[in-house]
């Protein structure tokens, strides 16, 4: 048990660290495009997630309070 203690997992942790040290510097080869984050499109979400399947009561978890305050007393 002292063997595996001692040598095989400090070994096994430093391998791991060494393979994603190896996978996070990859980007640095990669074509520009593609180190490049991801574009980000203006996309409806309320039509993505489908709140007109959605039943009034829960639409406001969904899209959130209104910003009147007065109406936000009504949930």
Do not use: N, W
Not at 1 to 14: K, N, T
């Amino acid at each position: 048990m002292a063997l595996f203690r001692q040598y095989i997992a400090p070994l096994l942790v430093v391998i791991i660290f060494v393979i994603s040290l190896v996978v996070v510097s990859a980007r640095i080869f990669l074509p520009a495009d593609m180190a490049a984050p991801a574009p980000t499109d203006q996309v409806s979400q309320s039509a993505a997630i489908g709140v007109a399947d959605l039943p009034p009561a829960l639409t406001h978890l969904i899209k959130g309070l209104p910003d009147d305050p007065a109406l936000v007393e009504q949930f």
